[in-house]
């Protein structure tokens, strides 16, 4: 249940965790796997009272905001936080503190969020977007952000994960905002403050694993997960049996809690085709109504998806998805590189990119040889653009790279710059990559921060995952690969923000933020009303043209080039040129269009 405590205080009331009231604290668990339990509050040890269905409760008088508490059963030990913890000051293995939700004033409470037509994304780490890796001060740099023309910030979880150097999707305690970047109420300020600025903020939210250290839900609510399905990580989380309606609970009141009691605009939920679930409705669904039915008139609150299954179906009830295809497509034209998932793509990658751009996915049924020939997707065309979030980079695509490194160390300026007026032009929602408006120098390696044994098959893990790859199959090369524990690789991928008013930097962030504003003016108005494929062609293997239709009436189109030497081609679009890179004239017979050259022409 969601309550607003006065104007500018917001609550969410859970079924469990640590209920603050005036007179104390009430403490609720669900523990099925287990007996009996104790609360112990500042070292003082209090039995719970067992409830129906698993559930263990104490109302404890005196207890106050700060109070430290942990879980302990009969026959288990150590001492456990709650798994509904609002706040864990010394990590997964330590206490969890009490917090006053209402502690924090709003000074933006009105802020309504921005419609789905006006969202530019932009991708940002907590812990390395800054020298400092705090919530505090990610905001002194939100100035910036606004004046780049980003209109949505997207966190990378924050879900405390055990140790303090953690991407985020390795979190344990989902309600908990990783101590490492500052307090509950920092937090807070921080989205207050993007509002100020007119920045809608979202966050990336796990609900297909925990990780692999500080979980103790096994121990006590077993119940939690399943042996008919796994994962990559493991045996896969419940939500499709009888039983699992307290584990589906969990997860949405975590969704609506961040949403209200946080006052984030929208989520993103990571790798939702690892959630196993056949059920009717399914956990999916029956999100995705509650955040509907749940989020308080007159606010804009957005739903994306990670899926790589391409369900176009659940785009029916989210609002957008992470588009692998256009990303894979884009990279292989500008890399040539063609390993991995890169070879579903390097048939043909112009028409992929093309089709992707005008309908969404590239795959929509058609057998994936990555994937052993498998089908993949379902059909897309007849969905909006924006139902699509785009982008040449974002954290998977650059830190699952050996060595991090961003497409800037891996194409040249003119191929980048090709495929940002596309990507930025385009009616799909775009999305960049932190340090990618000026072309950071810095990686974004993966890093974490495990116990020693852990944290050496990690180490050890991730090098044998590169074997296959030809470029590691030398063990001496593997080697090289950066320590995900070693508290360098973390440092090396924080962003250097003084490096952006030099050369080649300088340069980038200016035209970023051209396109931007051109975005702002002259796109984003027509999107109000929708945008739909009106069909693509392919001019040569590296020469695409799409157009679009807008529900006001209006066209756009683009032809882009997007490979080295020249191209002999013919096309012909309506309306008046909107931006060009290279010579592109608006009707061309039978003529030569120049590497990396991009035309946009729109009529109105």
Excluded: C
Excluded at 101 to 117: E, L, S
Excluded at 175 to 192: C, I, N, R, T
Excluded at 271 to 293: G, K, M, N
């Amino acid at each position: 249940m969601f309550v607003n405590e006065a104007a500018d205080r917001f609550v969410h009331v859970m079924p469990f965790g640590a209920s603050l009231r005036d007179d104390g604290v009430t403490f609720r668990i669900w523990a099925p796997s287990r007996d009996g339990a104790t609360v112990v509050v500042d070292g003082a040890e209090h039995p719970l009272e067992r409830r129906d269905e698993g559930w263990f409760e104490r109302f404890v008088p005196g207890a106050r905001a700060g109070a430290r508490y942990a879980y302990a059963f009969d026959g288990l030990d150590p001492r456990v936080p709650d798994p509904a913890s609002r706040f864990q000051p010394d990590g997964v293995h330590g206490p969890s503190a009490v917090i006053d939700p209402t502690a924090y004033a709003w000074r933006h409470p009105g802020w309504r969020g921005r419609p789905t037509h006006e969202l530019v994304f932009y991708e940002l780490h907590v812990g390395t977007f800054t020298g400092a890796g705090t919530y505090a001060a990610a905001a002194e740099q939100l100035d910036d952000l606004a004046a780049l023309g980003v209109t949505a910030l997207e966190l990378m979880p924050l879900a405390q994960p055990a140790g303090v150097r953690n991407w985020g999707y390795d979190g344990v305690l989902p309600f908990a905002p990783q101590h490492a970047y500052g307090s509950p109420d920092e937090l807070k300020a921080f989205v207050d403050a993007a509002h100020a600025r007119g920045l809608s903020v979202f966050l990336d939210v796990v609900y297909n694993h925990f990780g692999p250290e500080g979980n103790y839900l096994g121990a006590f609510a077993g119940a939690f997960f399943t042996d008919r399905h796994h994962t990559p990580w493991g045996s896969a989380i419940d939500v499709e049996s009888d039983a699992a309606a307290n584990v589906r609970a969990f997860f949405i009141h975590n969704a609506l809690y961040w949403l209200h009691e946080y006052r984030f605009d929208g989520l993103r939920l990571d790798a939702v085709h690892e959630i196993r679930d056949a059920s009717s409705p399914s956990f999916l669904l029956e999100l995705a109504s509650s955040v509907r039915a749940r989020t308080e008139p007159g606010r804009h609150v957005q739903l994306v998806l990670e899926n790589d299954a391409n369900g176009a179906g659940l785009l029916r009830s989210y609002d957008a998805q992470w588009n692998d295809d256009a990303h894979h497509a884009f990279h292989v034209l500008l890399t040539g590189e063609h390993d991995g998932y890169y070879r579903d793509y390097a048939d043909d990658p112009a028409r992929r990119l093309a089709r992707a751009l005008a309908e969404g996915f590239a795959y929509q049924g058609e057998p994936s040889p990555h994937r052993g020939d498998a089908p993949r997707g379902e059909p897309s065309a007849d969905l909006p653009a924006t139902k699509f979030v785009d982008f040449l980079q974002n954290h998977d695509q650059i830190g699952n790279r050996a060595f991090g490194e961003r497409l800037s160390t891996l194409t040249g300026e003119a191929a980048l710059r090709a495929a940002s007026a596309v990507l930025l032009l385009a009616p799909a929602l775009p999305l960049l990559f932190m340090g990618e408006e000026w072309a950071a120098s810095t990686p974004f390696l993966f890093f974490s921060d495990f116990g020693e044994e852990l944290g050496g098959a990690v180490t050890s893990g991730r090098r044998r995952e590169f074997a296959a790859w030809p470029a590691f199959r030398d063990a001496n090369v593997r080697e090289r690969i950066p320590d995900p524990q070693d508290p360098a690789t973390m440092e090396a991928s924080r962003l250097h923000w003084d490096e952006r008013s030099a050369p080649p930097h300088a340069e980038a962030l200016a035209y970023h933020r051209e396109l931007l504003v051109l975005r702002a003016r002259s796109i984003v108005p027509h999107l109000a009303g929708g945008a739909w494929g009106a069909g693509y062609e392919v001019l040569d293997p590296a020469t695409l043209v799409v157009r679009w239709r807008f529900g006001d009436g209006a066209r756009l189109g683009v032809v882009a080039r997007l490979g080295s030497g020249t191209a002999p081609v013919s096309y012909a679009f309506e309306g008046a040129p909107l931006f060009t890179l290279g010579a592109v004239p608006p009707r061309l017979e039978r003529g030569e269009l120049a590497p990396w050259s991009v035309g946009w022409f729109l009529a109105s």
